[in-house]
């Protein structure tokens, strides 16, 4: 039977739904309606699943936010969203409680053993007056629900300026059907092929959240993992003969880098459809991981705003390396130069993207912000690329990242796609930093390998010269003990490159 799996604790998929319906209920009965919010403050748990599905079975959006946030950070988006009702860990309670408006109902998760290993923290109980989720949950009346579920509303990291929450409308029964169709593919999920799904991304993110909730609905075992450990997801493989994964390119680094030894100790035949995105994967990560693996790893390329709309299997991934995939069926994606114009193949431009079974969408109280990233019924997240003759789909940068030193555009992607293969190198971020002769100049940020003598930056230039052009190379270097990073491994370059911006006197 389905289940989800957490540490020591399980959910069978009957109690889940049960619990999703008197969750709906519950929240119907303090008066949650069509287009209200619910708000997550959670890790990967099972309240999770029960307050996000149980949310979008009320006709309601499941409004999770990234627990990283601070006090300030997490008002804003309460505050935006229009929350009333807030679901959160009892462990990051006290770090928030003073900014939750008054009239925003609280519920408190406790934390799970498992959870509090991982990040070294300790369930500090429930304070006087609390209401603690399960207690109330097994009081509540089951419901039904709506026969159109909400989608999350996921607010976008905000790298520039405030996180803007994308309010999607309620897909049509054709744009059910569709995209159903396009979940098979470009997750590998389908209701009648049950699975062992392994989630160790924060599903704070859009793309986690997607893969995790849709398994859910789709009845399929879920293993939760409370925090990425490279050698202890191999282990977890092994032991739950886990088939579907969703994991990003950082987590293919840190694998890769695991000790000969530790990489052949799991049995991984399990695995029939692991999937990745949310950031560029350098070919020769992709293709060790394929070496090791076997054809079992695919790809796609889209947003939280677009959906997704590109997929590149494990075989195109041979004949196409360094593509995101081909467009898929009933998908656009065009590349446009500044005048508006529409590139022809080949050429480099701006990307805007339609996918018609991904219901349309507005950022929440900011229209004209929809309108700006707009071109006809396509939207642009910011993403440079261009497609090929054949419909594949090729990225060079985000447009803010992309820098212009001396009037030539450089692409810090492509300049760390060749670093991080550099022996010694764990993880990198390079970026645009203030340069008076040429505008901006390159800066390269280095995690380097702790079982290796970090590299230093003669050894890092002497590396880059014969694999990149000259002009490519960073001039400024640092080796950094950590990068500052995401959940998801996903290092945070705002925080990296801003101080060279602020004391330059500049703005990025």
């Not at 959910?11 to 739904?17: I, N």
């Not at 190379?473 to 959940?487: G, H, N, T, V």
Request: hydrophobic share 40%; aromatic share 8%.
């Amino acid at each position: 039977m389905a289940e989800l799996i957490s540490g020591d604790r399980r959910l069978d998929q009957a109690e889940l739904q049960a619990r999703v319906a008197r969750a709906a209920g519950g929240f119907r009965a303090l008066g949650i309606g069509e287009g209200d919010v619910v708000a997550l403050f959670l890790r990967n748990d099972f309240a999770f699943f029960e307050a996000a599905l149980g949310a979008a079975q009320a006709g309601a959006y499941a409004t999770p936010v990234n627990w990283h946030f601070t006090a300030e950070e997490t008002a804003y988006i309460l505050q935006d969203s229009a929350a009333k009702i807030l679901v959160v860990h009892s462990d990051l309670w006290p770090r928030i409680a003073e900014a939750v408006p008054e009239d925003v109902k609280v519920f408190l998760v406790p934390t799970p053993p498992e959870i509090a290993v991982a990040y070294g923290v300790t369930d500090p109980g429930m304070p006087a007056g609390s209401t603690v989720w399960n207690d109330w949950l097994d009081r509540q009346p089951s419901d039904p629900g709506t026969p159109t579920p909400r989608n999350a509303m996921i607010y976008t990291s905000g790298t520039t300026g405030r996180p803007k929450g994308v309010r999607r409308e309620k897909p049509t029964p054709e744009q059910l059907a569709a995209n159903a169709v396009a979940l098979g593919t470009y997750f590998g999920l389908r209701a009648a092929e049950p699975g062992v799904i392994l989630m160790n991304g924060p599903m704070y993110h859009s793309a986690p959240n997607s893969y995790g909730l849709t398994a859910a609905r789709q009845g399929h075992t879920i293993v939760l993992q409370a925090r990425f450990d490279p050698e202890e997801m191999l282990a977890l493989i092994e032991r739950h003969r886990i088939t579907h994964m969703h994991i990003v390119p950082t987590m293919f680094v840190r694998l890769l880098k695991l000790p000969e030894e530790a990489r052949r100790k799991y049995d991984l035949s399990s695995l029939r459809n692991v999937v990745h995105g949310a950031a560029p994967c350098a070919p020769p990560v992709k293709q060790a991981m394929l070496d090791w693996w076997g054809p079992v790893i695919n790809e796609y390329y889209g947003s939280t705003e677009t959906g997704i709309a590109v997929w590149l299997s494990a075989a195109d991934a041979q004949t196409h390396p360094g593509s995101v995939g081909r467009v898929l069926p009933g998908a656009t994606v065009v590349a446009i130069d500044e005048q508006g114009r529409e590139l022809p193949p080949g050429e480099i431009g701006e990307l805007y993207i339609r996918a018609s079974y991904v219901p349309d969408f507005t950022y929440n109280r900011l229209d004209e912000k929809r309108r700006e990233v707009a071109h006809g019924d396509l939207i642009t997240v910011g993403d440079v690329g261009y497609v090929d003759a054949d419909g594949f789909v090729y990225l060079r940068d985000r447009k803010r990242d992309m820098v212009i030193s001396g009037g030539v555009n450089i692409y810090p992607a492509e300049i760390e796609s060749v670093l991080i293969t550099m022996p010694g190198v764990k993880d990198c971020a390079v970026f645009g930093i203030p340069d008076e002769e040429f505008g901006e100049s390159l800066c390269a940020y280095i995690e380097p390998d702790q079982a290796a003598a970090p590299p230093s930056p003669a050894d890092v230039q002497a590396f880059l010269l014969p694999r990149i052009a000259k002009y490519k190379l960073p001039r400024r270097i640092e080796i950094a003990a950590s990068l500052p990073r995401e959940d998801s491994g996903k290092i945070f370059k705002r925080k990296l490159r801003e101080p060279f911006w602020q004391a330059a006197g500049r703005s990025i």
